[in-house]
T-cell receptor
Framework: NAGVTQTPKFRVLKTGQSMTLLCAQD?????MYWYRQDPGMGLRLIHY???????AKGEVPDGYNVSRLKKQNFLLGLESAAPSQTSVYFC????????????FGPGTRLTVL | KNEVEQSPQNLTAQEGEFITINCSYS?????LHWLQQHPGGGIVSLFM???GKKKHGRLIATINIQEKHSSLHITASHPRDSAVYIC??????????FGEGTQLTVNP
């Protein structure tokens, strides 16, 4: 099992450019999450999905869109990148809700100039 | 005030010392998680608990539901324990709320 993988690992964008981050899991998990991590702050939830074809907003959804067309993949899109979106992005998945362990991807370091 | 507060923010210890990291929360929870973030950035789950105490090797996690408080203990600390330790609480539904983390450095 590869677990949770993220593509790419690093990316530098110019303001206004767009990009898509890919998260993939091979554990047949229902729930998937996108977080951002910034210095001095805890992980913050951007968007999440409780199953294929479903998505929901988290704590900081503005400027991001997501899609979950296949159960194993969760895509995070930035339509028009801004310097405030410079961050480390983590994807996570878990079997189902409530008391299950979350498994994290290795992270994507994004810099927006 | 954050829903999840960790203390201390930074902790430096000598190899072999007993370490305690604290987590307090202000909401009702279904479970509390302790996570470890390695210097390279990867995050792994250490414990998930909703009552009592759990032990894994040199790591012990406890939770007091009435006091809304959890502790993570590391016995016989080692430099390889140096990492950021993160407390997170699961509330109703499918989401976790995270503390800011405690940076632990263990010197040889």
């Amino acid at each position: 099992n590869a677990g949770v993988t993220q593509t790419p690992k690093f990316r530098v964008l110019k303001t206004g450019q767009s990009m898509t981050l890919l998260c993939a899991q091979d554990m047949n998990h229902e729930y998937m999450y996108w977080y951002r991590q910034d210095p001095g702050m805890g992980l913050r939830l951007i968007h999440y999905s409780v199953g294929e074809g479903t998505t929901a907003k988290g704590e900081v959804p503005d400027g991001y869109n997501v899609s979950r067309l296949k159960k194993q993949n969760f895509l995070l899109g930035l339509e028009s990148a801004a310097p405030s979106q410079t961050s480390v992005y983590f994807c996570a998945s878990r079997v189902s809700w409530s008391t299950d362990t979350q498994y994290f991807g290795p992270g994507t370091r994004l810099t927006v100039l | 005030k954050n829903e999840v507060e960790q203390s201390p923010q930074n902790l430096t210890a000598q190899e072999g010392e007993f370490i305690t990291i604290n987590c307090s929360y202000s909401v009702g929870i279904s479970a509390l998680h302790w996570l470890q973030q390695h210097p390279g950035g990867g995050i792994v789950s250490l414990f998930m608990l909703s009552s009592g105490k759990k032990k894994h090797g040199r790591l012990i996690a406890t939770i007091n539901i009435q006091e809304k408080h959890s502790s993570l203990h590391i016995t016989a600390s080692h430099p390889r324990d140096s990492a950021v330790y993160i407390c997170a609480v699961g509330t109703s539904g499918s989401r976790l709320t995270f503390g800011e983390g405690t940076q632990l450095t263990v010197n040889p």
